[in-house]
């Protein structure tokens, strides 16, 4: 052969294997990088297979034209053919096998599933149809709507203004038509589905008896300070902070450690983070109790599993025992995934105590039913014995949502849409304060329907009194999620229709300019 | 001319690019979360490992090294059609 083409084939040859290789890495990228595993077949599958067939053609050019190995050639066929028939066999066994075992909610993403039953078809046509339903509850019982009067837009205490889903209202109604509201018992029921749902939700495995049922999650709080440590030792806790976790301790004669969270900013957002170093400093021999908040309100973080880790060794090395609220763990957006601090391993169970409820998921504070997960033995006796007289049951009809709430898959359907919408609202309200407060700072939030934001910039003083008087919006006031500062923030309550909150902001954006002129 | 040179260096950037994407692709096998993205990872880690044979038999010269890339096909295509067969009745 002359040279000038031995040459022009090598060139190609590396071409082939430099595209072939190229391609396997962005395989492989995507696999890491793309969201479910139908999305990392596809890159996996496809990428990789371009690629190897790249690779093979260099290899052919190799040996057959520049080495002159034909037997080798047969060889590299036999080897082509092998994986252009097994690679889509394996691919299409595996999707298939995937998707059999996927659950409902992941199957709502696709837009054709040839392998659903009717039931699950269902299932994806009610993750697609479910909506919210916006009520208007001026004039109701609301305490959110009550407390301001009428003409002012409240968006302080932490409920919504959405109806809750219809499992629940049906199954309340049964319950009032049934008439007799006698003593309730503990809802086995609602255990045994509640533990269904941590072992389907987070692979977390936890038994019936391990669960104490509250009327709610303050309480909670409270009858935690009391049962761990004696009066005089400290609770831990990480500023800001929901108030009861200042006011709970105090109230059972404990010290508080107080310790900020490291903030920082994040593409333009303010962003929360634990500092552990200033754990370390600030906790001493008196330290038994360490009140987490996962997701953060109000700083809307939804922690990672390497942050709750390395609180969880902290906590276990000081011997303190870990509470951990996590009520608003189902209101996530982008589609996060939240982790249960006890559910990282089994060491740390023993050491947590964890509060769930699902009061802010559905809307349904008003019915009072929240839940204690306790699987250390020792604790859970503990816990009991304070609250025993104390605190009360939860209410027949708190049972009843309960048992729905957590069994019905509709309800899983709601809590996916208002995930979507709270997204949204997130996002709108972002959008909003950047076009027309572009000094104000806020987080970003993960999780819940909270948002905290910095007025320092266009409001001297205190912005929750301007926003209230000037405004007619009701904020919650800043100071009162921190032991010293935090006067130039407000928490802004986004859970209610995109129409209330544009309203909103349009007042607060008005009474600014009007102060300002 | 310089191609000879450039064409060991070239394969060995490959062979590293390759190399990379192996520990990609493990990283998603250890992370998982579930039994059908080790799967997928366990199967697309056959495949970059038949394109490493392939370069290094290139590398290396040896043809002999394409007989071991199809044993390796061969056991990865059978070791990923098992592990669908047996998630499908495991968790039925």
């Known amino acids: 052969m002359p040279e000038n083409t031995v040459v022009l084939w090598e060139w190609a040859l590396l071409l082939s294997a430099g595209l072939g290789s190229l391609f396997m890495f962005l395989a492989a990228w995507g696999n890491l990088r793309v969201p479910n595993v139908l999305a990392r077949m596809h890159s996996a599958g496809m990428g990789s297979t371009l690629g190897i067939f790249l690779l093979l053609l260099s290899a052919g050019m190799y040996f057959f034209i520049l080495d002159s190995e034909p037997d080798t050639l047969i060889l590299l066929g036999v080897l082509s053919f092998f994986i252009l028939v097994t690679s889509p066999v394996a691919t299409s066994a595996m999707a298939r096998a995937s998707l059999r075992i996927s659950d409902s909610r992941e199957r709502a993403h696709l837009i054709l599933d040839e392998f659903s039953s009717r039931e699950t078809q269902e299932m994806a046509d009610a993750y697609n149809q479910t909506t919210l339903e916006y009520v208007d509850r001026q004039n109701s019982d609301s305490a959110k709507w009550r407390v301001y009067g009428p003409d002012i837009i409240p968006m302080w205490v932490a409920d919504m203004d959405f109806k809750t889903p219809k499992p629940i209202l049906d199954s309340l109604l049964a319950r009032v038509e049934h008439g007799v509201f006698g003593y309730g018992g503990r809802s086995e029921e609602l255990a045994n589905s509640f533990c269904d749902h941590l072992s389907k939700t987070y692979h977390w495995e936890v038994s019936p008896e391990d669960l104490i049922f509250m009327p709610g999650l303050v309480s909670g709080l409270n009858v935690v300070s009391a049962a761990v440590g004696t009066p005089g030792t400290s609770v831990m806790t990480l500023e800001p902070v929901y108030p009861p976790f200042f006011s709970a301790p105090l109230k059972q004669d404990r010290q508080l450690q107080s310790i900020p969270l490291e903030l920082s900013e994040r593409d333009g957002h303010l962003f929360y983070e634990v500092d552990m170093q200033r754990c370390i400093h600030g906790a001493d021999a008196s330290t038994r109790l360490f009140l987490l908040c996962n997701p953060h309100n109000p700083v809307g973080r939804s922690y990672t599993e390497n942050e709750l880790m390395s609180m969880a060794e902290f906590c276990l090395e000081r011997d303190m025992i870990l509470c951990s609220d996590e009520i608003h763990c189902e209101l996530l957006l982008d589609d996060r995934q939240h982790y249960p601090v006890a559910a990282l391993s089994p060491e740390i169970a023993q050491n947590a105590i964890t509060l769930m409820a699902p009061s802010k998921t559905f809307n349904i504070p008003g019915l009072g039913c929240s839940v204690a997960i306790v699987q250390n033995p020792q604790l859970r006796s503990a816990i009991q014995a304070v609250s025993s007289g104390m605190i009360p049951h939860v209410n027949v009809l708190g049972y009843a949502a309960g048992v729905s709430a957590y069994g019905d898959p509709e309800c899983r359907a709601w809590v996916h849409t208002l995930g979507q919408y709270l997204t949204d609202n997130r996002d709108f309200l972002l959008a909003a304060l950047k076009r027309d407060f572009p000094e104000a700072r806020a987080t970003r939030p993960e999780a819940t329907y909270l948002a905290w934001i910095d007025f320092s910039s266009y409001v001297v003083g205190s912005p929750f009194s301007f926003f209230l008087e000037q405004a007619g919006v009701a904020l919650s006031q800043g100071s009162n999620y921190c032991t010293q500062g935090g006067e130039s923030f407000v928490r802004l309550n986004m859970g209610t229709s995109r129409e209330i909150l544009a309203q909103a902001l349009e007042r607060m954006q008005k009474a600014v300019s009007a102060s300002q002129s | ?92």
């Open chain 2, 1 to 92: 001319m310089a191609i000879e040179s450039i064409f060991d260096q070239a394969l060995l950037v490959f062979l590293l690019t390759l190399a990379v994407s192996m520990c990609l692709t493990l990283l998603r096998l250890m992370m998982g979360p579930t039994t059908p993205d080790r799967a997928v990872s366990f199967d697309q880690l056959s495949l970059q490992a038949v394109g490493i044979i392939l370069l290094v038999a290139m590398f290396l010269d040896s043809s002999n090294l394409v007989d071991i890339a199809i044993v390796i096909a061969v056991l990865g295509f059978l070791g990923t059609f098992l592990l669908a067969q047996y998630m499908e009745r495991h968790e039925q």
